[in-house]
Structure formats: structure tokens, C-alpha cells
């Protein structure tokens, strides 16, 4: 299943917030979407994921959902989103409270997700009792749950340390391997975006609009080898090189607003 952003333009009041932005994300393709502070990223996510109604402009899905999807689009936040008052399996279990699955069915779907995550033998803890990055693998668990087409995830790791955002980003290589989930990628990190994306859509500054879509010529296997770095390091000098004179302005905006 594609995902088609169609000359969407968006703006709150009379703040023009992105301008005819165009692209596509290919089934199994892994999309980042990066630009200066301000420039729209996340309200392009909420419109790609149908939170949002663009001002002009339309996101769109093309082609049958994987086998079993139950939801072609899902989030995963970067406050996590969970239930406190609900365990690591019930919160993975929540969004298929009202789907037509069996109980069994259910209990096979949500003990999938755990395995994948390496949520196993905490189904029975509660939030409180995990670090971050084990709250946020289960976001990540509920959200493979519906078994998407499509990730839609907003800066999943900048609540994250260093450590743990790292180990994460190799937990997203694992499952985006097989090719058969998609994703849309927002951030600021630019190691994470040449790290996992195949092409990166940089925004300019606010009102957003495409600069330059750019593509990674190395499979996300290869980019985790320890000879890859200085090729890493690069692209993420390319990246920088397009949007800091912009990312600068836009902090000086913010400061002075």
C-alpha cells in the first residue's frame, strides 16, 4: 500500500504552515521528513495520518493493506501515549478491543507484538515500572498490533537518551527489514533519518515546502557497519548543509517572538 501526500497546503489562522507539498511513500519504503524548527513536519504527519483536514491538497492511500491489517495507518508518539493504570498487554491490546478477532486471535496478535518487541516477560508490568525506552517499545508493540501498512512516527526517540535511542533505532532496522511495513519518519535527528530512512524529504522553512527529496544509497544492513560511518557522517553533513542557514533563522524566530 502506497501513501500519497498530493499538494497539500495547510495554515492555522493566517499563519501559512506548509505550501504544495508532494511525495510518496512506496509500500515497505521508510520516508524521514526533516527541516528547521516550525517548518510543519508534525501537522504534514497528522495530515498524512488523517488527524488533520488540509487548507488544499489531499493524502491519500493507494492499493490493498497488507494481509490481516486491521488499521493501514497507525502512530507511534513521542510522549509513548500509554495507559497508566493499564499493564504492558493491555495497553498493546487496546486498540484491538473492537475489532472483530476472537479472543484467541487477540491473545496470538498481542503475544506476536511482544515477542517482536522484547516485551515478553513484561506483559504483566505497568508504565511506571519501565524505563523509557521500554515505554516506548511498547507504543511501538500497540501499534504493530493492527499490523499497519504504514508507521506514522512523530520524533519517537528524542524523549530517549542516547544509549537507548540507539538500541531503539537498531530495534527499527529489525522490523522494517522484511519490507513489509512502510513508514514515515519525523525528526530532527539527522543520524536517525540517514540511519533508517531510504529517502528524506527536507522541508524549508516555515511555510514548509519540499527542498530537496534525498536518497540514501546504502541498504539500513549495511549503514550499521562499523566502515560505514564515515559514508554516515557525510550524508549527514549533506543534510545539515541544506537546511542551517534556514534552522538557524528559525531559532532566532522563535527566541524573538
Same mark, same amino acid.
Given at each position: 500500500m502506497d501513501l500519497i501526500a498530493d499538494h497539500i497546503s495547510h495554515r492555522f489562522g493566517a499563519l501559512d504552515v506548509l505550501d504544495d507539498v508532494s511525495f510518496q511513500v512506496?509500500?515497505?519504503?521508510?520516508?524521514?521528513i526533516?527541516?528547521?524548527s516550525g517548518c510543519g513536519k508534525s501537522t504534514l504527519l497528522q495530515i498524512l495520518g488523517g488527524l488533520l483536514q488540509p487548507g488544499r491538497g489531499a493524502a491519500q492511500l493507494r492499493g490493498a493493506p497488507p494481509a490481516g491489517s486491521l488499521n493501514p495507518l497507525t502512530f507511534v508518539f513521542q510522549d509513548f501515549a500509554l495507559l497508566p493504570w493499564n499493564t504492558v498487554e493491555e495497553n498493546v491490546a487496546?486498540?484491538? $478491543?473492537?475489532?472483530?478477532?476472537s479472543p484467541s486471535e487477540r491473545g496470538a496478535v498481542i503475544d506476536d507484538a511482544l515477542r517482536r518487541t522484547g516485551l515478553a516477560d513484561f506483559r504483566a508490568a505497568y508504565p511506571k515500572q519501565l524505563s523509557g525506552g521500554m515505554r516506548q517499545r511498547v507504543g511501538i508493540a500497540r501499534a504493530l498490533a493492527v499490523r499497519p501498512a504504514i508507521l506514522l512516527m512523530d520524533e519517537p526517540l528524542s524523549a530517549l537518551d542516547s544509549q537507548? =535511542?540507539?538500541?531503539?533505532?537498531?530495534?527499527f532496522v529489525g522490523l522494517l527489514a522484511d519490507g513489509a511495513m512502510g513508514a514515515v519518519y519525523v525528526t530532527h535527528n539527522l543520524e536517525e533519518a540517514? +540511519? $533508517?530512512?531510504?529517502r528524506v524529504v527536507v522541508l524549508s522553512r516555515r511555510p514548509g515546502r519540499i527542498r530537496e527529496i534525498v536518497s540514501i544509497p546504502?541498504? =539500513?544492513a549495511e549503514r550499521g557497519a562499523v566502515d560505514a560511518r564515515g559514508k554516515m557522517a557525510a550524508l549527514q553533513?549533506?543534510?545539515w548543509s541544506l537546511i542551517r542557514k534556514e534552522a538557524?533563522?528559525?531559532? +532566532?524566530?522563535?527566541q524573538h517572538a
Open positions: 512506496a509500500a515497505g519504503e521508510v520516508v524521514a526533516v527541516g528547521p487496546f486498540p484491538l $478491543l473492537h475489532t472483530a478477532l537507548t =535511542r540507539e538500541l531503539l533505532m537498531e530495534d540517514v +540511519r $533508517l530512512a531510504d546504502m541498504t =539500513r553533513a549533506d543534510l538557524i533563522d528559525a531559532e +532566532r524566530e522563535v
